[in-house]
Antibody, heavy 121, light 111 residues
Framework: EVQLLESGGGLVQPGGSLRLSCAASGFTFSSYAMSWVRQAPGKGLECVSV????????YYADSVKGRFTISRDSSKNTLYLQMNSLRAEDTAVYYC??????????????WGQGTLVTVSS | QSALTQPASVSGSPGQSITISCTGTSSDVGGYNYVSWYQQHPGKAPKLMIY???NRPSGVSNRFSGSKSGNTASLTISGLQAEDEADYYC???????????FGGGAKLTVL
């Protein structure tokens, strides 16, 4: 059974940093791209970042480019999102999701339960 | 990057069919067959309903179907049921540096 368990969310001040983690199990982690998708309160879904199965290709939404870094550790079956220079508009539930394929655009077939990030003073 | 365009809301009565549209450009929806659809109930994580324009994952009811014409993709739900009431999002591959773009979401109300 595929399981994705996010952690690391919480309350942070504007300008601060946070690192989200997503522990994956139930599939061959290195064979699939992974993604972080966020949802601001009462708003729609936004693809924040995607990483290919090898980790060699990464993609970012314009809204987070230069501030967020996606990475993966296949030895730990874990996906990460390092978030720096956080802004109030980054407040959202952040979902970790498994991509159906290796490249990153093939559809998200499994999702974690989400972790809430709140940026506020 | 601009989100794909979806109607904010759609509605239908039990047993009816409804269609939700998702309009993009030739750089995303129109140019590639990598359109996905997701269902999201309140307080829950999204669920993949359709991938690659018209394919259903295992376990998804065949009442859900997808199609595409030009720059517009569509999700059709036939035989509407109360449990179908949810938010629906489309997404697509895009040639922009972001790789994937979502629609703004459509709220389905079953009357």
């Amino acid at each position: 059974e595929v399981q994705l368990l996010e952690s690391g969310g919480g309350l942070v001040q504007p300008g601060g940093s946070l690192r989200l983690s997503c522990a994956a199990s139930g599939f061959t982690f290195s064979s699939y791209a992974m993604s972080w998708v966020r949802q601001a309160p009462g708003k729609g879904l936004e693809c924040v970042s995607v990483i290919s199965g090898s980790g060699g290709s990464t993609y970012y939404a314009d809204s987070v480019k230069g501030r967020f870094t996606i990475s993966r550790d296949s030895s730990k079956n874990t996906l990460y999102l390092q978030m720096n220079s956080l802004r109030a508009e980054d407040t959202a539930v952040y979902y970790c999701a498994k991509v159906r394929g290796y490249s990153g655009y093939e559809g998200l077939d499994y999702w974690g339960q989400g972790t809430l990030v709140t940026v506020s003073s | 990057q601009s989100a794909l365009t979806q109607p904010a809301s759609v509605s239908g009565s039990p047993g009816q069919s409804i269609t939700i549209s998702c309009t993009g450009t030739s750089s995303d929806v129109g140019g590639y067959n990598y359109v996905s659809w997701y269902q999201q109930h309140p307080g829950k994580a999204p669920k993949l309903m359709i991938y690659d324009v018209s394919n259903r994952p295992s376990g998804v009811s065949n009442r859900f179907s997808g199609s595409k014409s030009g720059n517009t993709a569509s999700l059709t739900i036939s035989g509407l049921q109360a449990e179908d009431e949810a938010d629906y999002y489309c997404s697509s591959y895009t040639t922009s540096s972001t790789l994937v773009v979502f629609g703004g979401g459509a709220k389905l109300t079953v009357l």
